[in-house]
């Protein structure tokens, strides 16, 4: 273990060395980027979202072949997906509208237009959940959460299961600690991917609070570690979070850009071509409001005015062209999940040289620090 200001009240509760959490974002976060992180100290987060429960034993069967340090599983909890809404009640000439604007897409991708409602969403969360418990996964990570389940945590903590939330609002924590939840991630409004708000808001800024502001809220208004997220990239960003009292950080963003990460290489690089003003939050990628890069998609649907469909609907309705888009290495038609740090952003290291880096950068700062103010 560290023994100093790094060796905080998460890393404790945890197991970990040092307080760096990588974000179990979708299409990124598989087996080796995990095991790296957490061999490097930190803690890796598998992402769980949509796997069919044996794929994801399987998976977390894999990471613990690679370490045998703590790691998490991360699911979201949206309402929208228990049970995933079905698209059959969504009026016709709401599907009409979105399916012409898709179309449109489609076109330059060689695909074929489409009328169609599209599928429901996979209902694998309910048994995502009971695989999480039955592995004793050391931490199950948590997103998008409507209404907290007690019940849920209870089982966890009989597991040895430490259960992880983030939140974008400071009801929100105190409704997740209420519940049972042992550490709170603060999510800024400069966070990549999407907002975890278990209700969609009618515009994206809504509840969009700095992470500068949201941290120390949650600090002062939860008694569990709270860890700092969105904007964060490097050693400035973690002793940041720690004079805002958080006990951590999670990074997402970062971890994008490493050998590990499962991304498309035209995100990785454009994540490195790209800085801060590159980013939007939209929902036309998936229904709920989300940060990622701008492109041809995001822009043209935007501008297009055609309806969004319902939470995860939306995602199931384009996803021929997200896929298409990946087979053809097309960024200008498929989701490129980003924060506003992406302006620090500039290799493309392994996952646990990124742990390494940070903790070196934050000693570094620490070490200016104390010579600015001895001199002051």
Not at 83 to 98: K, L, M, N, T, Y
Not at 142 to 149: I, R
Request: hydrophobic content about 45%; proline content about 7%; glycine content about 10%.
């Amino acid at each position: 273990m560290a023994n100093d200001v790094f060796r905080t009240e998460l890393c404790e509760l945890l197991g970990i060395e040092y307080p760096i959490v990588q974000s179990g974002m979708g299409g990124v976060a598989g087996p080796e980027m995990v095991a790296e992180v957490s061999r490097a100290g930190g803690l890796g987060v598998l992402a769980g979202l949509n796997v069919p429960p044996d794929d994801l034993r399987r998976m977390i069967r894999r990471v613990r072949e690679l370490t045998d340090r703590p790691f998490g599983v991360n699911l979201w909890l949206h309402p929208a997906l228990r049970p995933p809404i079905d698209p059959r009640s969504v009026p016709d000439d709401v599907v009409a509208g979105a399916q012409g604007q898709l179309n449109r897409f489609r076109e330059p991708l060689g695909l074929p237009p489409t009328v169609d409602r599209p599928p429901a969403a996979p209902d694998f969360l309910g048994a995502a959940i009971e695989v999480v418990i039955d592995e004793r996964i050391p931490v199950f990570s948590t997103a998008l959460v409507g209404e907290h389940d007690a019940a849920m945590i209870r089982r966890c903590h009989e597991r040895g299961v430490t259960v992880m939330t983030m939140v974008a609002t400071v009801d929100d924590a105190r409704a997740a600690t209420s519940a049972g939840v042992d550490v709170i991630v603060a999510q800024g409004g400069e966070a990549g991917g999407h907002r975890s708000i278990g209700d969609k808001p009618v515009t994206p800024d809504a509840q969009s609070i700095s992470t500068m502001a949201i941290v120390p809220v949650i600090v002062d208004a939860v008694r569990v570690p709270v860890v700092a997220a969105g904007g964060i990239a490097d050693g400035r960003g973690l002793v940041a979070a720690l004079a805002l009292g958080a006990s951590g950080i999670l990074l997402g963003t970062r971890f994008v850009a490493t050998r590990e990460s499962m991304a498309a290489e035209y995100w990785k690089k454009r994540l490195l071509e790209s800085d801060a003003t590159a980013t939007t939050l939209t929902d036309v990628f998936s229904g709920l409001w989300a940060r990622g890069l701008r492109n041809r998609f995001s822009e043209e649907y935007r501008a297009s005015g055609a309806p969004v469909l319902p939470p995860l609907v939306q995602r199931s309705a384009a996803n021929d062209i997200y896929a298409q888009a990946a087979k053809q290495q097309d960024g200008e038609f498929s989701p490129m999940w980003a924060g506003q740090s992406i302006g620090l952003i500039h290799d493309l290291p392994g996952a646990g040289d990124v742990v390494h880096a940070i903790v070196r950068e934050a000693r570094q700062v620490l070490r200016a620090l104390d010579t600015r103010v001895r001199l002051a």
